[in-house]
């Protein structure tokens, strides 16, 4: 299932969440997906979610929970 049908099953089932949030749930499932496909979701993320000067960190974070998630 590509990300970004993965992450908007999951920002529909979870209505409260953060765009964010629901993101890293995609992220964990199983599957990996490149920078590129996690890049182009997290442009859609709603940018209230995190600070301007914090975005390099978030998108970094959500590339290593990915890594991270595989190597399990």
Known sequence: MKLK??????????????????LAVALTE?????K????KVFKM???TDYGN???GEVLES???LNNENMSQ
């Open 5 to 22: 049908r993965r992450w908007d099953i999951i920002k529909r089932e979870n209505e409260y969440w953060s765009d964010t949030n629901c």
């Open 30 to 34: 199983g599957r990996h997906y490149s």
């Open 36 to 39: 590129m496909e996690i890049a």
């Open 45 to 47: 993320c709603d940018k």
């Open 53 to 55: 000067e914090d975005k």
């Open 62 to 64: 959500l590339y290593r």
